[in-house]
């Protein structure tokens, strides 16, 4: 049967001398103080009953306190029987595999260093510390409590392999250390490659502390940690180092979630001063015309608004005025539809006022719009008033004013089928007319006659024998 080499031989046994020790914990000698007067027996030299109960009773509530959020510091008694007990669970275990291993470990530690007043103990995703004191940063306990464990399998690449972990390792305890304060995790990952063509040339690490650390305590423990892997054990695939306070682990296999080396995002890279002028006046620019634009959209809006709001008042103003004087308004679009948007074939003839169209509403009723020329002269006011004026002359042989159109200034009669009074008093008909008559008088009595059958009386400017 073929033996094993010695160097390897030697390599397993360390390896498990060191995994049994970890396993156990590391139980530490009490510190010395010189400065201190002789003590009693039950000095801080002696593990007090009444401090192995502290710290039992604080060891069977720290699973419970620390699942929650990962860590927990507890303390119990007083004077020198007051015990400090501290938990912490991997960075990346959920709170309910956080509680199972804090329970194992605890139970394990409960059997050891017994006779001890301060221990630290590891385990795969948990780690608890116990002491008299909670000033525990510092050389004595990183020193008595420090552990290694490596890999027996070397890398095909040893001074690559160290010169990559010394990068990766700078970067993670820059990573964990800036996180510091209680509430934070304190602890980060990464990996790195160290050989491109070897399919295992990628290494991974992890670094955490006690979260009770500052920022900078935080960087200086395991800143002490940093060189331990590279000197015990050079070569190797990979390797545990851990302290009172702090640990980290570096492997060529994963060991925990990826996704945690997700990479913050980049800042953006700087570019040159001219680039950097250029992007400000362009921005500058574009600023500029978003705000002229947009102001421009805003007052066309606001002038759109001011229009219809003036359409809309005038309007109702013309439909008070209309309705206070007693007429009756035709919209231009009914008058349009009567008269066949007055068509030549309805126009029944032109005078001074303008042109004449015959319509039919849609009842029926045949209608006479009268609609002003372009060209003629007369406003608005005089329109308005010639209009009242005519709505108020109520008389059994006038034709009736229906309504009126502003829009286009147009008026509405009664049709009259035989035509008008002018037709009858001037024309060559047998019918009898003002020329006609023996003597002027009879024709403007007749004339004066509707006149003064009116509800309104009509004042006469001037009577003449062309009037």
Same mark, same amino acid.
């Given at each position: 049967?073929?033996?094993?080499?010695?160097?390897?031989?030697?390599?397993?046994?360390?390896?498990?001398?060191?995994?049994?020790?970890?396993?156990?914990?590391?139980?530490?000698?009490?510190?010395?103080?010189?400065?201190?007067?002789?003590?009693?027996?039950?000095?801080?030299?002696?593990?007090?009953?009444?401090?192995?109960?502290?710290?039992?009773?604080?060891? !069977?509530?720290?699973?419970?306190?620390?699942?929650?959020?990962?860590?927990?510091?507890?303390? &119990?008694?007083?004077?020198?029987?007051?015990?400090?007990?501290?938990?912490?669970?991997?960075?990346?275990?959920?709170?309910?595999?956080?509680?199972?291993?804090?329970?194992?470990?605890?139970?394990?530690?409960?059997?050891?260093?017994?006779?001890?007043? +301060?221990?630290?103990?590891?385990?795969?995703?948990?780690?608890?510390?116990?002491?008299?004191?909670?000033?525990?940063?510092?050389?004595? @306990?990183?020193?008595?409590?420090?552990?290694?464990?490596?890999?027996?399998?070397?890398?095909?690449?040893?001074?690559?392999?160290?010169?990559?972990?010394?990068?990766?390792?700078?970067?993670?305890?820059?990573?964990?250390?800036?996180?510091?304060?209680?509430?934070?995790?304190?602890?980060? *990952?990464?990996?790195?490659?160290?050989?491109?063509?070897?399919?295992?040339?990628?290494?991974?690490?992890?670094? =955490?502390?006690?979260?009770?650390?500052?920022?900078?305590?935080?960087?200086?423990?395991?800143?002490?940690?940093?060189?331990?892997?590279?000197?015990?054990? @050079?070569?190797? =695939?990979?390797?545990?180092?851990?302290?009172?306070?702090?640990?980290?682990?570096?492997?060529?296999?994963?060991?925990?979630?990826?996704?945690?080396?997700?990479?913050?995002?980049?800042?953006?890279?700087?570019?040159?001063?001219?680039? *950097?002028?250029?992007?400000?006046?362009?921005?500058?620019?574009?600023?500029?015309?978003?705000?002229?634009?947009?102001?421009?959209?805003?007052?066309?809006?606001?002038?759109?608004?001011?229009?219809?709001?003036?359409?809309?008042?005038?309007?109702?103003?013309?439909?008070?005025? !209309?309705?206070?004087?007693?007429?009756? @308004?035709?919209?231009?679009?009914?008058?349009?539809?009567?008269?066949?948007?007055?068509?030549? !074939?309805?126009?029944?003839?032109?005078?001074?006022?303008?042109?004449?169209?015959?319509?039919?509403?849609?009842?029926?009723?045949?209608?006479?719009?009268?609609?002003?020329?372009?060209?003629?002269?007369?406003?608005?006011?005089?329109?308005?008033?010639?209009?009242? &004026?005519?709505?108020?002359?109520?008389?059994?042989?006038?034709?009736?004013?229906?309504?009126?159109? &502003? =829009?286009?200034?147009?008026?509405?009669?009664?049709?009259?089928?035989?035509?008008?009074?002018?037709?009858?008093?001037?024309?060559?008909?047998?019918?009898?007319?003002?020329?006609?008559?023996?003597?002027?008088?009879?024709?403007?009595?007749?004339?004066? +006659?509707?006149?003064?059958?009116?509800?309104?009386?009509?004042?006469?400017?001037?009577?003449?024998?062309?009037?």
């Amino acid at each position: 049967m073929p033996t094993m080499p010695s160097r390897a031989l030697a390599l397993v046994l360390l390896l498990l001398a060191a995994s049994k020790a970890a396993s156990q914990g590391v139980c530490i000698d009490p510190r010395p103080s010189s400065a201190a007067a002789p003590a009693p027996p039950t000095s801080n030299t002696t593990n007090s009953s009444a401090f192995r109960t502290n710290v039992l009773t604080l060891l !069977n509530a720290l699973p419970q306190a620390v699942a929650p959020t990962g860590f927990a510091s507890l303390s &119990l008694g007083t004077g020198r029987d007051r015990a400090f007990v501290r938990g912490l669970c991997r960075g990346d275990t959920t709170p309910s595999q956080c509680l199972a291993d804090m329970q194992a470990s605890v139970i394990d530690l409960r059997g050891r260093c017994a006779s001890n007043r +301060s221990a630290a103990a590891y385990y795969d995703k948990a780690y608890i510390t116990f002491a008299d004191t909670n000033d525990t940063i510092n050389l004595y @306990y990183e020193k008595r409590s420090l552990n290694a464990l490596y890999d027996v399998l070397t890398v095909s690449d040893p001074e690559s392999f160290d010169q990559t972990y010394n990068v990766l390792m700078k970067r993670l305890v820059a990573r964990a250390a800036s996180e510091g304060g209680n509430t934070s995790a304190m602890f980060a *990952t990464g990996e790195a490659v160290y050989a491109p063509s070897d399919p295992k040339g990628t290494m991974y690490g992890l670094v =955490q502390c006690m979260r009770d650390l500052s920022a900078s305590q935080c960087d200086w423990c395991l800143q002490s940690l940093v060189p331990v892997l590279p000197t015990c054990c @050079y070569g190797y =695939q990979g390797g545990v180092a851990r302290n009172f306070n702090c640990l980290l682990r570096i492997q060529i296999y994963t060991f925990y979630d990826l996704a945690l080396d997700a990479p913050p995002p980049a800042a953006p890279t700087p570019g040159s001063p001219d680039e *950097t002028r250029r992007n400000t006046r362009l921005q500058h620019v574009i600023l500029a015309v978003a705000i002229s634009v947009g102001t421009l959209f805003v007052l066309v809006v606001v002038l759109a608004c001011v229009r219809r709001q003036r359409k809309r008042i005038k309007a109702d103003k013309e439909q008070q005025d !209309n309705a206070g004087e007693g007429l009756n @308004y035709i919209s231009l679009q009914v008058l349009r539809v009567a008269t066949s948007n007055f068509s030549i !074939n309805n126009k029944l003839g032109e005078g001074g006022f303008g042109e004449v169209f015959k319509g039919e509403m849609q009842d029926g009723m045949k209608i006479a719009v009268k609609r002003l020329s372009k060209d003629s002269v007369q406003g608005f006011g005089e329109l308005k008033n010639e209009l009242v &004026l005519a709505n108020k002359l109520k008389h059994k042989n006038l034709v009736q004013l229906l309504g009126v159109c &502003l =829009q286009e200034k147009l008026l509405v009669y009664e049709y009259m089928p035989n035509g008008s009074l002018d037709t009858i008093i001037f024309s060559n008909s047998p019918i009898s007319s003002c020329q006609n008559f023996s003597t002027p008088l009879v024709c403007y009595s007749a004339v004066f +006659s509707l006149s003064g059958a009116c509800v309104s009386q009509i004042r006469r400017r001037h009577t003449n024998s062309i009037g």
